[in-house]
Nanobody
Framework: QVQLVESGGGLVQPGGSLRLSCAAS????????MGWYRQAPGKQRELVAT???????VYADSVKGRFTISRDNAKNTVYLQMNSLKPEDTAVYYC???????????????WGQGTQVTVSS
């Protein structure tokens, strides 16, 4: 059983910063990619950023230069540093982890419970 626990969401003014964290726990062999999606009201869930186990990153165009994703493999934790926040960044943010339960198994994607980020004055 794998659990992802998110923290760090909240209310911030435009131009402000927030840092999201997502820690994976449970029994597994390893974690490959980790990342963040977000879903605003009335919109589809969209990829925000992803980071491989080796540290390679991919960002949505809308957050490039403002958000930074990182991970600590020893802690099975992924972070999202969000700077210069805009009202359009308001959404529920979901972390994910591509987990391999055992050395010979397939990978499975697990999701966090979601954390609300609201950017408003």
């Amino acid at each position: 059983q794998v659990q992802l626990v998110e923290s760090g969401g909240g209310l911030v003014q435009p131009g402000g910063s927030l840092r999201l964290s997502c820690a994976a726990s449970g029994s597994f062999f390893t974690i490959f990619a980790m990342g963040w999606y977000r879903q605003a009201p009335g919109k589809q869930r969209e990829l925000v950023a992803t980071v491989t186990r080796g540290g390679s990153t991919v960002y949505a165009d809308s957050v490039k230069g403002r958000f930074t994703i990182s991970r600590d493999n020893a802690k099975n934790t992924v972070y999202l540093q969000m700077n210069s926040l805009k009202p359009e960044d308001t959404a529920v943010y979901y972390c994910y982890a591509d987990v391999r339960p055992s050395m010979t198994s397939d990978n499975y994607r697990h999701w966090g419970q979601g954390t609300q980020v609201t950017v408003s004055s």
